[in-house]
C-alpha cells in the first residue's frame, strides 16, 4: 500500500523558494538539507497528517552529481521557468514495497532505484522516466529506512486539501496510479495537457490553488 508523502515546489534558489512559499501561505518554509552528491538542498513545510511540502532547488555549493538531478533539475527549460517564478513541479508517494514494485513495473515504467540520505535521514527514491511519467502527474516513489518517516515537522497550522490531476487520457493515468496502490491519492480529470493542483490551507484556514501549468 502506499500513500502521498509529500508535494515538491522547485526553485532558482531556496530563497527565493522561501519567499513564495511565505507569500502564498502566511508562513516560511524550514530547514530541511544537502543531499550530498546529488546537487539538491531543501527546505520542509509540515502539512499535517504525515503529509509536507518540499522546496527543492540546485544547491551551488556542490559539484556537478553523477546521476541527473531529481524532478527535472537539470533541465534548461525548467531552470528557465523556475528563475522567473517558483512552481509545483512533482508529488512524491510513500511505500513500504519499493522492491515489490521495481520488480512488478521495471525501470521503464517505476524508473531506477537510488539510495538517497541526508544528516540523519536515509530512503530509496525511484522517479518515473520522463516519458513514462503522465507528463509529471505520476509520483515518485519513496522508501524511508528505519524508523519509517522523518522526525515530525514543527506545526505549521497548514494543511494540504486537495491533489487533482488533468490528462488527455485519465483513465490511463488512473490505471497507471493503481499500479502503485495509490487509486485514491489523487482526484483525476480530463485536461487537454498534463495539469498538476493542490489545494492547500494556510494558518488562516483559507484555501489556495497552485497548479503546474
Known sequence: MASLDHVVIGAANLDQGAEFVEALLGVRAGPGGV????????????LGEGAYLE???????????????????????????????????????????LDALAARLGHRDLG??????????????????????????????IEWAEPARPPSLPASGC????????????????????????????RIGHSPVPRLAITLSGPDGRPRSLAST
Open 35 to 46: 543531499h550530498e552528491g546529488a546537487g539538491t538542498h531543501n527546505l520542509l513545510l509540515g
Open 112 to 141: 531506477p532505484v537510488r539510495p538517497m540520505s541526508r544528516v540523519g535521514l536515509s530512503w530509496r527514491f525511484a522517479s518515473p522516466p520522463a516519458g513514462a511519467d503522465f507528463g509529471g502527474l505520476l509520483p515518485s516513489m
Open 159 to 186: 494543511r494540504l486539501l486537495g491533489l487533482e490531476g488533468g490528462h488527455p487520457e485519465p483513465d490511463l493515468l488512473a490505471a497507471a496510479l493503481a499500479q502503485r496502490g495509490l487509486s485514491h491519492a489523487m
Open 55 to 97: 522546496v527543492i532547488s540546485p544547491d551551488p555549493a556542490q559539484p556537478e552529481p553523477a546521476l541527473p538531478r531529481l524532478f527535472g533539475l537539470d533541465d534548461a527549460r525548467l531552470l528557465r521557468r523556475l528563475a522567473a517564478r517558483p512552481a509545483l513541479i512533482a508529488w512524491v508517494a510513500r511505500t513500504e514495497e
